[in-house]
């Protein structure tokens, strides 16, 4: 055992009593609190007036999600604040130089403190999941929102980098530019052709879900305020994933029927040469709008994954 | 016959880049300088005996913190080039790495920082400091460890390799996952090199795991129940029973890629009947634990620390156990909130957010464990103990993120976005690696009978902290501001960039922490006799470990201690220590049987990646052959008898005196960093002055 070679040993370890400077260790804490209240200015400074887009919310859904993020923050912090300032006060009150504070090495606690331990973290999350599991209902992606307008459906197709919307009511296909008129619910299918898995996302508008080739994922959304909003993959799909983005206009519902019908006489006609054209990868693309005549481009985009299926490769 | 021998090898595969051409002469620069310098100081012997064969675990360990600090520095470094990359890509620049250069860093930085600098660091503690606090002379198979932490190292290496050959590594993000990875859009030889040093260093760490689960089962010292085990051994055990379960999962999921990759299989491509969402799934199942594999241990260490360092056991042993377990058990459930996105119904998403969310059950009850043992403590604010305060803050935030991403509708919106890399950043940085610093100063006097630096110590912390502050605050609004992750170029209108340059800033400060870090270990050496700890009991500490001499000898004890309470160490101070009996110890032999099998293992991915068929075939011979030579091996074992155990003791007691007395008369104090800056250059000019550089 340690004994035969440690001769002697003071019960409190040399290394305790030895140093000297430590009547000072704690002159970091007051610069590391400057610190922090600086960096704060500083960040507020560096974001003033920029787009702090999910904090800001256009949309219905952006805004419920927003809403959501921070009950359930304030809710932590009302465990979360409390604690830390109870950890760093003990941690200060019961330092080693300050002789005043009692020292109770045999200090026993009791059952009520080990239920306590459990009991307060549950109580907590119970009320967060309760707050959760009827706002997941609510807010999945799929369930279409309750409109006195008609809801508008874009089918999309996320390709090697860029994304290909089909309005099939209106038969107009766009490339990195979709407009939506205001408080009226769009419909996204989502898919993708030839290209990894992408994920949509308009942050402005509502949360993002992923495009897959072979599948079709429903996102719905709604625009309540008139702008352009930035739209992107927010899922690595290959070297172009950095410029694959798009914007999303919300527009009153002239301005739109506008666009619309102005698209629809374009002489710029959508065929499936277009189609695949696009489908060689590119990146950094430019928006386009075509008028088109072809019905069923995403239905062959779709059954290309799930027929292969049954032929195999 | 050249594609027989060669594979897919050619001339293209030879460095002719930039950054191939640095890494390649890094790499074989390493090496050579390693090269003349064993060969000059005569040290390929000892380097073979005493370290390459050794099955002692105190050694092992060593090897796997040599590894990982030298990963650390090379993760650190792609670090900062993402950053610069992503501080100057703004508008018409597009910075100085192209998009695809850009993915294979970050994938890399994810690879070594999870794989070969948090995994490494753990298993390195759990190899040095697990069998001394359970009182055991060895593992239970000393074998499997050599054999794991040689996997280990040639996965390390396997990462690394690309830049001499192949010239691209992985540009898929840290998972790889599918489609992406597959041969349709990764046609070149990245991802394999992604598969095989996974592959590789995951075996390893399987192979580890199974023998500490064993080892904490079987080996304790007489009386040490599990319910009186200390908590790090707790932490290790449940993460080691995790490791079992879910890295098989990986080596499973890996070989259905490579079976998607070089056989051309369809587990996961987008046509032919694959499924790329099956992928997510099954990386997830093992990703998700993998995370707490490494928390798990961090946790253990923080108890102690605590403990230790209020000078009061830990308030309640039982709920700090019951937390460790819950969350190691809860932590096998959660894996789907990594991909609420994907499509999932609204009650399969709420199902996996609630399961998420009780996990903050078990670690709130932690940190509240924590505080009650500060308590009417006697707080000493040594290191250790800075890196915990330091911890709490960071990992209260990055809980209270994770518990906002585990709302599915907050997640829609977080997801994929910086603010998720902040919330891992502050788990991993601020959890695991803010943990295995805290368990490295307080063991350190363990590892090499020295204490470390306090005085550079305490300015590393404040460093790592602050850099993690300039770093990791801005890029959770960055999150906020709609930044997606691995983006190698914006446009300046979103308003980023300054954002981005503050994040840059902090990974100097924080490469300058490392650093001090660095110079904080070789200003202890040079300080050796004034930090000699002469007690072996620096902390005034409670568990095993310190019961033995710091650094311990290869038997570890030379009496098996028996155990009575939860505080071992800490008891026996008080009740007195038994008498020392000196008995025959059973050692374990030295055995190279491991470094070859993961030589070859080595050349069976290498032999993969390039499609050598010959190599792979005969490697995987040599494999099997190896392991049927060690199984013939009859005599793994030898005997120390009580005599050599005594004379050995009475050595090194006699040698110990002379260093306390060494100690006792010098009465300097802790170097700063200037003073190490003087002496730098002072033994500089003694180079040059006096051409001491002739002699070598």
Known sequence: ?313 | MKEFLLGKINMDSLPHEWFTFGGSLAFIGLGLFLVIVITRLKRWNWLWKEWITTVDPKKIGIMYFLVSGFMLVRGGLETLMIWLQQSFSVDKSHGFLTADHFQQIFTAHGNIMVFFVAMGFIFGLINYIVPLQIGARDLASPFLNTLGFWLFAAGAIMVSMFFLLGGQYAATGWLAVAPLSGKEFSPGVGVDYWIWSLQISGIGTTLGAINFVMTILKMRAPGMSLGKMPLFTWGAFCSMIMAVAVFPLLTATLFLMFFDRYLGAHFFTTVGGGDPMMYTNLIWMWGHPEVYILMLPCFGIFSEVVSTFSRKPIASYKSNVLGMIGVSTFALSVWLHHFFTMGAGADVNAFFGVMTMIIAIPTSALVFNWIATMYKGRINFSTPMLWFLGFIAVFSIGGMSGVLLAIPPADFQLHNSLFLVAHFHSMVIGGVLFGVFCGISYWFPKFTGLRLNERIGRYAFWFWTIGFCLSFIPMYILGLMGATRRLDHYDSSTGWRPLFIVMLVGGIVIAVGLALQIVQIIATFIQKNHLRDTTGDPWNARSLEWATASPPPFYNFTTIPEVSSIDAFWEMKHNGIPETKYQDIHIPKNTAAGFYISCFAFLVGFAFVWEIVWLAVVSIIGIIVVFIFRGFNDEPEYILTAREVQDLEEARTKKHLERTKLANDDDTEDMGVIDFIKIVISFAKDIVVNKRWRKW
């Open chain 1, 1 to 313: 055992m340690m004994y035969n070679a440690y001769s002697i040993s003071n019960g409190k370890g040399t290394f305790m009593t030895k140093r000297k400077s430590r009547s000072n260790q704690g002159r970091f804490v007051p610069i590391f609190l400057l610190f922090l209240v600086a960096l704060g200015l500083l960040i507020r400074n560096l974001i003033r007036g920029k787009e702090m887009s999910v904090l800001n919310p256009m949309g219905t859904i952006a805004s419920e999600q927003l809403r959501l993020m921070s009950v359930s923050l304030g809710i932590m912090l009302i465990l979360a604040v409390p604690a830390l300032t109870i950890l760093y006060f003990i941690a200060w009150k019961y330092r080693e130089t300050n002789e005043k504070a009692t020292y109770s090495p045999g200090q026993k606690h009791g059952k009520l403190f080990s239920v306590s331990l459990w009991l307060v973290p549950l109580t907590f999350v119970a009320i967060l999941a309760n707050l959760m599991w009827p706002s997941t209902h609510k807010l999945d992606p799929r369930k279409q929102i309750s409109s006195n307008q008609k809801p508008i459906t874009i089918q999309v197709v996320a390709m090697r980098w860029k994304w290909l919307f089909i309005y099939p009511e209106q038969h107009i296909v766009t490339v990195n530019y979709i407009q939506v008129p205001i408080d009226t619910p769009i419909k996204f299918e989502l898919t993708a052709d030839e290209t990894p898995m992408s994920s949509f996302w308009i942050p402005n508008l509502g949360g993002q879900l992923y495009a897959m080739t072979g599948h079709v994922n429903q996102l719905n959304l709604m625009g309540t305020t008139i702008g352009d909003y930035i739209g992107k993959s927010a899922e690595i799909n290959g070297a172009g994933f950095a410029g694959m983005k798009f914007t999303a206009r919300v527009s009153s519902q002239t301005d739109f029927n506008n666009w619309v019908t102005g698209t629809q006489k374009s002489s710029n006609n959508f065929t499936i040469k277009d189609y695949t054209d696009l489908l060689v990868p590119s990146e950094y693309n430019k928006a386009m709008t075509y008028s088109t005549d072809e019905s069923d481009i995403y239905s062959k985009v779709t059954d290309k994954y799930t027929k292969s299926h049954e032929h195999g490769e």
